[in-house]
């Protein structure tokens, strides 16, 4: 077994006094899809934004290549942060309404490399290629592109920062379901291209057994079971003590 890009051991998360889950665990191999199903207010996404660090877990350890990113320094943190990326379920508000997919799209390079015009060009150019934007699609603002179209964008935009590992939140639930499978075709094809993992977030189970590796069920707090649809195989969690 290869050592794992994720492993979240643990998790604990209370709001107040409201407890939202209590024994998260799980890990992600190089290259797999891992699904993380449950129903609407287990704690999924809450789960996805305490792996990029948008939300601090009351309890547990998130280790990425096998370092806590709770116990990091700032500094440690934001020089990998560019490596865990997340996908919301709102594609509309994921990107900025006055720029066009273009700009968009190459503002993280732009950001954090310093490279020039020509050199943005060549990236995006390579990136629409790889996500299947034309570029007529990136001269458009996003209010002149599809759901589908817009997912694709910030898909491309994602992986400009060459990311390990991706938490795709509900990526595709507000699309249609022919638009859907072309999506989640795509993330497959991105997977094979460049060895990303990912943390597929869904409450549909269809979805899930289309495209994940294994499948992690969260349920009352806890995640009670993994899937390996490889082996076609329930395996009971060992950890369900409280
Ligand atoms: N910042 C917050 N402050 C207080 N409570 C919160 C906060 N964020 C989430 N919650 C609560 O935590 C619980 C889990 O929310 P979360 O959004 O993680 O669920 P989910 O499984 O993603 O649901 P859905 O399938 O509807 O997207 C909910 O009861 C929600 O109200
Ligand atoms: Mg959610």
Do not use: W
């Amino acid at each position: 077994m290869p050592s794992p890009v994720l492993a979240v051991n643990e998790l604990k998360m209370s709001f107040g006094a409201a407890e939202v889950f209590k024994n998260v665990s799980f890990s992600v191999a190089p290259g797999e899809t891992l699904g993380l199903f449950g129903k609407s207010g287990s704690g999924k996404t809450t789960i996805g934004r305490c792996i990029v660090g948008l939300e601090k877990p009351t309890d547990g350890e998130i280790l990425v290549h096998g370092k806590n990113i709770l116990a990091m320094g700032k500094k440690e943190f934001r020089d990998l942060r560019p490596k865990i990326q997340m996908i919301f379920q709102h594609p509309e508000t994921s990107l900025d309404p006055r720029m066009k997919a273009f700009d968009s799209l190459v503002e993280p390079l732009r950001v954090r490399t310093g490279l020039k015009k020509a050199e943005l060009l060549e990236k995006a150019e390579k990136l629409a290629e790889l996500t299947g934007l034309r570029p007529e699609h990136l001269a458009r603002y996003p209010n002149q592109l599809s759901g589908g179209e817009i997912q694709r964008v910030v898909l491309a935009r994602i992986m400009s920062l060459s990311p390990d590992f991706v938490v795709a939140d509900e990526p595709t639930s507000m699309l249609d379901v022919s638009v859907q499978a072309q999506i989640l075709r795509l993330m497959q094809k991105v997977q094979r291209e460049t060895g990303v993992s990912y943390l597929l977030i869904s409450h549909d189970l269809d979805v899930l057994r289309k495209v994940c590796h294994r499948i992690a069920y969260l349920e009352n707090g806890n995640i009670t079971s993994i899937e390996d649809l490889r082996k076609k195989e329930v395996s009971k969690h060992a950890r369900s003590r409280k």
